[in-house]
Every structure is written in C-alpha cells, then in structure tokens.
C-alpha cells in the first residue's frame, strides 16, 4: 500500500473496520479501508503509485461515478485503463 | 454454423489465427471463418508477422489456412471495417475478433453490435509491454457485458483516424513500434475468451495484461449490465 493510501485509509485494517472497498486499476488489484473517502481522494493517493491516467473513467459497481462520490465499505473502485489502442499494424 | 469473423490481420490477427484455425478443424464444430484486412503486407511487418507471400492481408493469411487445413470453410473479405460496409460484414451469431489498430474503427464495430440481437465480441490491443481485451457479449437482445464504448471515452469519442483514410499522421502512429511478444500475449488472452464462451461464459468483462510484471487481471465490472 502506498503511503499516500495509508494515510487516506487510517491505521486500523479493513477487515477490522468493515470499511475495505478494493480498488482496480489495470493489472493492479487492493484493498483498502477508504470507506467514507470520496473518489477523488482515492485517485490523488494512488495517482503516482499507480500511474493512473487523469482521464481514466471512476467505476463502482458497474456503474460510472463522479470524483464527488462518497465511497462505501464492500464496493469496487475501478480507474479504467485506457485500452490498449495497437495490434494491426 | 458458427460464423468467425477475425477483423485486423497484423500482430494480433496474425498471433491468433493459427490456432484458432487448427482448433476450429479438429475441433470439427461447424463453422466459418472469415478474414477482414484492407491493407497488405510488406517486408516492414515481418519482425512480427508471418506470411508467405506478399499482397493482401486477408487473401494471403485465407490462401495459408485453406493450403494448411483443407475442409475448414474460409474466405477473405479484403476491405477495410467502415460505417458503410460494417452491418454486411458483421451479423448477429457472428463471433468477432477483433485486432485493430484504431480506437475509431472499435467503436463502429462496437455501436454496430450494440445493435445486434445476439453476438461475442473480442477486441484486443496493446501498447510495448500491456495491453488488454475487452469482451462484449449479447444474448437475446441483452447484454451480458458491456459494450467498447461505455467505460472508455477514448474509443467512444475516437482521436484517432480509421485505416481506411489514414492520414499521414495517423499512419505514422500506426506504424509505432511494437512487441511481438505482447500481440501473442493479447491474441492468447483473446483465444481463451472465445474458449471461455464456447463452454458456458465469459465471467468477466475486460482483462489487462503486462509480461514485464507477469501478470494478467481479470475484470468484471458487475451491476445489472455486466
């Protein structure tokens, strides 16, 4: 876990609190305690560690979320990747 | 009959059709497979395409697998996918593959199946070392993943131009350079998709994959559209 993730999910684990939502981007796969934080602050925490791309569209659940969004314990957070755009030439 | 359409016959068309023609043959499951490309190849694509002969894509990689597998139905369509000739190319029951190199052209594949009552599309790119491969599937009208589109906003509003009438700029970016390795990583994640459906389902709706770190992640978006 990054320290910038560590300091958005507080010290206790997410199994003690109920609070773990796993968060996706590409081939990158965690849990953290960072219900009650918004998407937004997730993806400021993990922007650097994971590289994530500024237009990479916040999914939770299915379902496409603004960076306002106040995330909740036993959801998935997905930055989605921009897909991969070569592969004919 | 199942018909097999493979779209884009470069690094990752080129990757996946030889075993998914030797599959499909002994496999003995009625079908046929059918090639899309409007471009030919050269000397340039060698380093990670293989072909015997120069010319077109689809008729030279038809004429191999017709040559190898004697019996298996194959036929080559030497075009280019556009908003003009995608509703002939591609019906419902079809199973694409699709190995593009242009987000404009995944999103005409894309909109057109939305259309389409039932369909398994498997689009597949990459970068140097990444890549991955979206899988949009409809049953009955429904859709049972999600389609190109909806989760990436760089295929549905496309900065790139479609092959057919490539500038020299998006001809360029075309020609980028690229990792033999990751097209047969991103045309095997392809294949195992369409394995994956023929038994049953696919249970997930995208999959990255990177060789440098070894690893592959499996997504399913869930919610009541995936």
Sequence with gaps: ?89 | MLEIKVIGLGGIGCALLPPLARYLYYAGTGCRLTLVDGDVFEQRNLPRQAFRAAGNKARVKAEEVAREFPGLSVRAIPEFVTPANVADLIRSGDAVFLGVDNHRTRKVVSDHCERLSDILLISGGNEWTDGNVQVYCRQGGRDLSAPLTRFHPEIASPGDGSPADASCDAAAVAGAPQLLFMNLAVASAMLNVFYAWQQGGVPYGEVYLDILAGRSQPVQRGGSRE
């Design chain 1, 1 to 89: 876990m990054s320290e910038e993730l560590r300091q958005v999910s507080g010290t206790r684990s997410a199994a003690q609190t109920g609070t773990a939502v796993r968060i996706l981007y590409g081939i990158h796969a965690l849990e953290a305690a960072v219900a009650g934080r918004t998407v937004a602050e997730i993806r400021h925490a993990l922007a650097q560690p994971l590289n994530i791309s500024p237009r990479a569209v916040p999914v939770v659940d299915g379902e496409v979320v603004a960076e306002g969004y106040l995330l909740q314990g036993g959801q998935q957070l997905e930055f989605v990747r921009l897909a991969g755009e070569k592969g004919r030439a």
